[in-house]
């Protein structure tokens, strides 16, 4: 049997840490979830969701 993973809310501070990554510093969304220690999926769904 496998386990569902746990579901974990990300804070604003780590959403603002992404923006400024992405947009200030220019990273791709491997350097960043390599650097935030978050998946590469959430980084690209908040980006997407935060250009719409």
């Known amino acids: 049997m496998t386990r ?3 579901m ?3 804070d ?3 959403y603002l840490d992404i923006f ?4 200030e510093a220019r990273l791709s969304d491997r350097q960043i979830s390599q650097a935030l220690n978050i998946g590469r ?5 908040l980006v997407i ?4």
């Open 41 to 45: 999926a959430t980084i690209s769904d």
């Open 49 to 52: 969701r935060f250009n719409n």
């Open 20 to 23: 400024r990554l992405k947009f």
């Open 4 to 6: 569902k993973k746990k």
């Open 12 to 14: 604003m501070q780590t």
């Open 8 to 10: 974990v809310r990300t």
